[in-house]
Nanobody, 115 residues
């Protein structure tokens, strides 16, 4: 079992930046993948970004050029850096880690972007 604790959400103005953290109870490089999803009110949960244990990353079209992923093995923490935020980025953001075929989820963190 993997526990994921998220932090870093909040209220930011359009054009601003945030860094979301996802602290894991295990070595993050032991995960097959680590990913971030978001869910806006009344909408489905969508994949935003994903990184493999080998470091290959992919981003949703809405995130390309604005969001990046980094990982700190010493802290067992993954980060998602979000720049040039837009009101449509407002959502609850979740991190997830795939470990031995099981998807483990964080509790989610709210990001609100004001216009």
């Amino acid at each position: 079992q993997v526990q994921l604790v998220e932090s870093g959400g909040g209220l930011v103005q359009a054009g601003g930046s945030l860094r979301l953290s996802c602290a894991a109870s295990r070595n993050i490089f032991s995960f097959n993948t680590m990913a971030w999803y978001r869910q806006a009110p009344g909408k489905q949960r969508d994949l935003v970004a994903i990184v493999t244990s080998g470091g290959n990353s992919n981003y949703a079209d809405s995130a390309k050029g604005r969001f990046t992923i980094s990982r700190d093995s010493a802290k067992n923490t993954g980060y998602r850096h979000m720049n040039s935020l837009k009101p449509q980025d407002t959502a609850v953001y979740y991190c997830t880690a795939l470990y031995f075929g099981v998807a483990n989820w964080g509790q989610g963190t709210q990001v609100t972007v004001s216009s």
